[in-house]
């Protein structure tokens, strides 16, 4: 079975901290990793990363790939109280199906 | 633009009663579709895929089943419920550009 390993499972930081959230994975042969974030209910599409190096930018969120060492970070910068989330990481095997493999996701808390 | 709509929102339904829970995709045409469910602390777990009408494809044995009677409507369905179904069941759909996207959401709580 794939593996997706998020960590830390819940991180809780104040208002303007910068956070760095890490989705780790043992797959190595693999079309894309994709970012979301969940707040109450449906998962909203963040990024998709699909080659080693290359940053990818939204506003204070950023998110990059490394193939050779197996991981992703996702960023935040300047945290507000509306980046309070859980942050899933999801890998995309490939395929005509797009079948996705999901971590279990960051808990992120922003305190005012 | 696209948009994908579940219902019911939230249910609560006793053991061993029959589930149905719909989706719909508005919007594009020939999606694939797929149903998730996500239990308290846990990440997503897909249940089924469907990359077209009529064509199911199961990913864990479990006690429930998957339908897709039209190109942009997907059923999740189970003729007996049980108290291990409660959970968070998501519909998602994707298209040409790959990324999924996820519907509001259906609540089930098993009693």
């Known amino acids: 079975e794939d593996k997706v390993v998020q960590s830390p499972l819940s991180l809780v930081v104040h208002e303007g901290d910068t956070v760095t959230l890490n989705c780790s994975y043992e797959?190595?042969?693999?079309?894309?990793l994709l970012w979301y974030k969940q707040e109450k209910k449906a998962p909203t599409f963040l990024f998709m990363l699909?080659?080693?190096?290359i940053e990818k930018k939204s506003g204070r969120l950023s998110s990059i790939l490394d193939k050779k060492e197996l991981f992703s970070i996702l960023n935040i910068t300047a945290t507000q109280t509306g980046d309070s989330a859980v942050y899933l990481c999801a890998l995309d095997r490939g395929g005509s199906n797009y079948k996705l493999t999901f971590g279990k996701g960051t808990l992120l808390t922003v305190n005012p | 633009s696209q948009t994908i709509h579940q219902w019911p929102a939230t249910l609560v339904q006793p053991v061993g009663s029959p589930l149905s829970l719909e989706c719909t995709v508005e919007g594009t045409s020939n999606p694939n579709l797929y149903w998730y469910r996500q239990a308290a602390g846990r990440g997503l777990q897909l249940l089924f895929y469907?990359?077209?009408?009529?064509?199911i494809s199961s990913e864990v044995p479990q006690n429930l089943s998957a339908s897709r009677p039209q190109d942009r409507q997907f059923i999740l369905s189970s003729k007996k419920l049980l108290l291990s179904d409660s959970g968070f069941y998501l519909c998602?759909?994707?298209?040409?550009?790959?990324?999924?996207?996820f519907g509001p959401g259906t609540r089930l709580t098993v009693l």
């Open positions: 998602a759909w994707s298209g040409q550009t790959k990324e999924q996207f």
């Open positions: 699909t080659s080693s190096g």
């Open positions: 469907s990359v077209g009408i009529g064509q």
């Open positions: 797959v190595t042969n693999f079309r894309s």
